[in-house]
């Protein structure tokens, strides 16, 4: 069975949690990551001056496609350079024409919204975004910290933690192997009521 695939967009002023903890779950439940850097290949400053290095350019990262998810991580800026990113426009459009997933995270479905994905769906987001989200009725809105709707929009870092430990393997799949997961931490846990 081939690996799933995730690709991560990590454009400057991403939150880096939103950015790093999907990934790091997501590696440990075997799926293979690419971090793709929106404008380029060079080192990327976060919202909080944590700086992370691109596995490739997004450029390049597409040349590997497709991909089982997309993620959007969100931080205010990040989001914004997102929105305005005809590369992620195309991505995201590419993504939503075969019905991969999109995972978009506190601020990064404002991204969605801006480049037309998934309209009709359901979404949550980070509440400061939701008046945008909902200008135009081109969503219908849920409080719930996880929502899947085709798309996966979340809101803030603490549910990036959510979704990758109840929702990357499932969504996305797990490798097959006889090894179990990485374990996060002995002490993590995470009360879901589904």
């Not at 991909?67 to 992620?88: F, I, M, R, W």
């Not at 506190?106 to 200008?135: Q, R, W, Y």
Request: charge should be neutral; aromatic fraction near 4%.
């Amino acid at each position: 069975m081939a690996s799933k695939r995730a690709l991560v967009i990590l454009a400057k002023g991403a939150e880096e949690m939103e950015t790093v903890i999907p990934v790091d779950v997501m590696r440990r439940a075997g799926i293979k990551v690419t971090v793709a850097g929106l404008a380029g290949k060079d080192p990327v400053q976060c919202s909080r001056d944590v700086v992370i290095c691109p596995d490739a350019s997004l450029e390049d990262a597409r040349k590997e496609g497709p991909y089982d998810v997309v993620v959007l991580p969100g931080g205010n800026l990040g989001a914004q350079n997102l929105c305005e990113s005809a590369a992620v426009k195309e991505v995201l459009k590419e993504q939503q024409g075969r019905k991969g997933l999109i995972a978009a995270i506190c601020a990064g479905p404002t991204a969605l919204l801006a480049h037309e994905i998934g309209f009709g769906s359901k979404v949550t987001t980070h509440p400061l975004a939701k008046d945008k989200m909902m200008n135009g009725n081109h969503y219908s809105y849920s409080e719930n910290r996880v929502e899947k709707d085709g798309l996966i929009p979340l809101p803030p870092c603490v549910c990036a933690a959510v979704w990758g430990s109840r929702g990357a393997a499932r969504e996305v799949g797990r490798q097959a192997s006889s090894d179990p997961p990485t374990p996060v931490s002995p002490h993590f846990r995470t009360s879901i009521a589904e």
